[in-house]
């Protein structure tokens, strides 16, 4: 184990999983965040894809591993094996479709119910671009997110609107969340302190064991 | 692949008219079965070589219907799907039909001869229809945990990996790399989004005309993962997820050659026991 301790930054490991309707642009979504790449034609997804992005907030590094996943309500099934140890929820709904939206609320009550506080929302109205034909208002989604402890954005994957800033914004509410978990862990238990004697802790630093490590 | 998006010999017509004058059924149908569409919530979308069915959602401007008596043949693919699903009401529409349907209608309204291309979208349907019969378990969620459900057919891929090659099982396990991360896919369209279109017809002729066709689906997944062992074997989680929803080979044949390989050395040591090893599993 290096002794460098002190120069290394701290990396974290979040596992982030996106959820949503069938066709509100999930995809699109990542695949602009990942490889700013949009595609106009349209591939449904079937059961997940994965992901990864890695990015530096600060002096703290970052890996993301995304899960995007399958929207239609056949694939609802396959929900807990990806949201399961998540750090962060990305629910997404389309502008122009108030199902969509109703869609999200129930992710929040299922994500609520099986992972409590632990894990960072953030609800994103995607298809901004298609504004004419909004049907969920901006201080109705607002509104919501706010009384469920998550943050809004809108989007639009196709003209680049706002992607980039939804997954920087999350990522900071994750990094805080770990941060405040650590203190919670350093807090309970005092041993904990007196080896890491006020260095920097390497939680989730050593390199041996990426297997377990945060992500999935 | 733009081939969908391409109108057809063979746009759908009233029957038993030939002069010009009267309405292509096309035209007539496309207004009626759009009307029906947005009523049922269920809309098909194209994209190159796939297309989806999803509730609410908008049909994207890019896939105009062309005009007048012309019918791209994404429009014949929405209607056999949409027809599909009004008479199956139970299991309707599910993402990844579109995969299993486009093949078929491919080969047939490519076929050379004008007869085939003139009648594909009967021809298509029949076969859909027939193969959906055989697989369509997979499609339905409340039968995920039943012996013909997804599920069961993961664990038996999984189960077939560990007796072919314990190492790579155990590896996927210990990265907790999860059936259905990879294989539910793979099982559900019967491969059609791993392989590009003139491969998928190579893989699925083996497929169909083996008289255990569905085993052997599962052989050629333990030969997928087989062949890229030595990737899988040093990878970590994401590397290996990566290859695993990106497969690196695209020689159809490398990997027919080991499924039937794979199968029979299953059978060679079947043959091997002394009695009828499967009766007398407990």
Known sequence: M?????????????????????????????????????????ESTLQASFLTKKLTIGNRRVNLSIWDTAGQERFHALGPIYYRDSNGAILTYDITDDDSFQKVKNWVKELKKMLGTDIMLTIIGNKTDLEKQRNVSVETAEQYAESVGATHFQTSAKLNRGVEEVFLDLSRRMIEQADKQDAEKRALSPSSRSTAAGNVVLLEETPAAPIKSGCC | ??????????????????????????????????????????????????????????????????????????????????????????????????????????????????????????????????????????????????????????????????????????????????????????????????????????????????????????????????????????????????????????DVDQILCKAVQLRRRVLDNLEQLPEHPLELTP
């Open chain 1, 2 to 42: 290096a002794a460098s301790a002190v120069a290394s930054p701290r990396v974290h490991d979040f596992k982030v999983v996106l959820l949503g309707e069938g066709c509100v642009g999930k995809t699109s979504l990542v695949l602009r965040y990942v490889e700013n790449k949009f595609n106009e034609k349209h």
């Open chain 2, 1 to 250: 692949m733009c081939f969908f998006q391409r109108s057809t010999e063979f746009p759908l017509r009233t029957a038993g008219s030939d002069d010009g004058t009267k309405m292509v059924a096309a035209e007539y149908l496309r207004r009626r079965i759009d009307q029906c569409v947005l009523k049922s919530n269920a809309i098909v979308k194209n994209r190159s070589g796939g297309w989806n069915i999803s509730g609410g959602a908008k049909r994207a401007t890019q896939y105009l219907n062309l005009s007048g008596t012309e019918e791209a043949h994404w429009e014949v693919v929405e209607r056999m799907l949409f027809l599909y699903a009004k008479l199956n009401p139970g299991q309707s529409y599910v993402q990844g039909m579109n995969e299993i349907i486009g093949p078929l209608y491919f080969t047939f309204s490519t076929d050379k001869d004008k007869t085939y291309r003139e009648h594909a979208e009967a021809d298509t349907f029949f076969c859909f229809t027939n193969l959906m019969a055989e697989i369509r378990d997979r499609f339905i969620k409340h039968l995920d945990d039943s012996s013909s459900g997804i599920i069961s057919s993961m664990n038996r891929l999984m189960g077939m990996l560990k007796e072919a090659d314990e190492v790579l099982w155990k590896r996927l396990m210990e990265l907790d790399v999860k059936p259905q991360y990879f294989s539910f896919r793979w099982l559900m369209v019967l491969l059609s989004q791993e392989f590009a279109l003139p491969e998928v017809l190579h893989l699925w002729d083996a497929l169909f005309s083996d008289a255990h066709r569905f085993d052997l689906l599962l052989d050629i997944c333990v030969a997928m993962l087989i062949l890229i062992r030595d990737q899988l074997l040093d990878g970590d989680f994401a590397a290996t997820m990566k290859l695993l929803q990106n497969y690196p080979i695209s």
